[in-house]
């Protein structure tokens, strides 16, 4: 069965651009069939991308890109920083390339991949991601273990999801790993979080030794 998060799609490809404004500026993007929201931005990535905090010097995991629009966004925002998108599905991942180039964004680099597993000795200020749901409890619940590796003590992770497809039970699962995620935004029937690593004690008591 072809879905979105095939390594790859089944559907015939059919590139088109779409636009749209984000953070104050109309973006055009490159997307195909195939593709997540391939026809146009989806309401829950808009809400993600209207609410994460990005600080120029960042440096931030796209997992799970499509093709582009948080990780690129993100990038136009940490522009002393850099950006990993990272994705399974290879269409996905050639877009998310072709629209860095398109776009001028050279603080970015693409990677295909299961999870976490292309960036996986990295360290990251922020990880954001609009997660594969249809996926299924079971990789939602390894890709949480596995941003919470990859990002460092302190650093903050921004994820969404519809209120009726279980954003509410998705907060709950990071909550068992991260502690407390709070909600940053909601609109359109989306509910949009932040939760930070905790501060690692006995890291922070070894560096004042
Ligand atoms: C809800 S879509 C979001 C796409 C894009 N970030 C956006 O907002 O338009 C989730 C994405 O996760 C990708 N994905 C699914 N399972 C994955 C996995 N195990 N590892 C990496 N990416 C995965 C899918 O291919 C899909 O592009």
Not at 53 to 79: F, K, N, Q, T, W
Not at 131 to 140: E, S
Request: contains cysteine; glycine residues 10%.
């Amino acid at each position: 069965m072809d879905h979105y998060f095939s390594r790859q799609p089944a559907a015939p490809s059919r590139p088109r651009q779409i636009q749209t404004r984000l953070r104050g500026k109309v973006w055009t993007f490159l997307t195909d069939r195939g593709v997540f929201a391939h026809a146009g931005i989806d309401p829950g990535t808009r809400l993600l991308v209207e609410s994460m905090r990005i600080e120029p010097s960042d440096h931030v995991l796209d997992l799970g890109c499509g093709y582009g629009p948080i990780g690129l966004v993100a990038a136009y925002l940490a522009g002393e920083g850099h950006v990993a998108l990272v994705d399974v599905n290879e269409r996905a991942v050639n877009l998310a390339a072709q629209n860095a180039r398109r776009l001028g964004l050279h603080n970015v680099e693409v990677l295909q991949g299961d999870g976490t597993q292309p960036v996986a000795d990295w360290s990251f200020d922020v990880v954001v991601t609009n997660p594969p749901i249809r996926a299924g409890k079971a990789t939602l619940r390894r890709l949480i273990r596995e941003v919470h590796t990859v990002l460092r003590p302190g650093g903050r992770f921004y994820f969404v999801a519809r209120t009726a497809q279980g954003a509410r039970t998705l907060a709950k699962d990071v909550e068992a790993v991260f502690g407390p995620a709070r909600e940053v935004a909601q609109a359109d029937g989306y509910r949009a979080y932040e939760a930070i690593r905790k501060e690692d004690p006995a890291g922070v008591r070894a560096s004042r030794v």
